[in-house]
Nanobody, 120 residues
């Protein structure tokens, strides 16, 4: 099973930017859709963005126009560029690999998560 490792989280002021990375352990990464989810304290894990193996993308309404998702199959790496960050974006961000979907249940492989904190 592919293993995923996220990085790039941290503390940023509102209006700032961060770029998250997700590196996969296997080159078969290119055969999967990949996505980002997030979970804030006391809340359920929610969909943020996904990208298919062909490059199609999908975003949650709350991040449209602010976040972009991309992948480099040669490096088995996926990225989430987050701009104009808001305090409500504060959460642990997880990358996942599986089927192209907004449903967390469609993803079989998950990273350990990286904390993003946006101060007001």
């Amino acid at each position: 099973q592919v293993r995923l490792v996220e990085s790039g989280g941290g503390l940023v002021q509102a209006g700032g930017s961060l770029r998250l990375s997700c590196v996969a352990s296997e080159r078969t990464f290119r055969n999967y859709a990949t996505g980002w989810f997030r979970q804030a304290p006391g809340k359920e894990r929610e969909f943020v963005a996904s990208i298919s193996w062909t490059g199609s993308t999908n975003f949650a309404d709350s991040v449209k126009g602010r976040f972009t998702i991309s992948r480099d199959n040669a490096k088995s790496t996926m990225y989430l560029q987050m701009n104009s960050l808001k305090p409500e974006d504060t959460a642990v961000y997880y990358c996942a690999a599986g089927a192209y979907s907004t449903d967390a249940g469609s993803y079989g492989a998950w990273g350990q998560g990286t904390q993003v904190t946006v101060s007001s």
